[in-house]
């Protein structure tokens, strides 16, 4: 199966490789974000790697605002 865009090395990444990638391909095909990211969903889902979601990046449990008032704890 042939793939319509360039991938950013020049060739498809190993699985491992593309979980771990932000970017799978080559950036400078698109003209805007949006036909990026679905071309980049699509690529995934080529690879069969799990696409993506906007809050990745972000931690599952929230932080604690404040642990400690001056030295006293809140509870």
Not at 2 to 28: H, I, M
Request: aromatic share 6%.
């Amino acid at each position: 199966m042939d793939f319509k865009y360039r991938w950013k090395n020049g060739s498809p990444p190993t699985r491992d490789q593309a979980a771990v990638s932000d970017s799978l391909l080559d950036e400078s095909q698109f003209t805007n974000e949006k036909d990026r990211q679905m071309a980049e969903e699509m690529a995934r889902k080529q690879l069969d790697v799990p696409t993506r979601i906007p809050d990745e990046d972000r931690p599952v449990l929230p932080h604690a605002a404040i642990d400690s008032i001056e030295g006293e704890e809140i509870q």
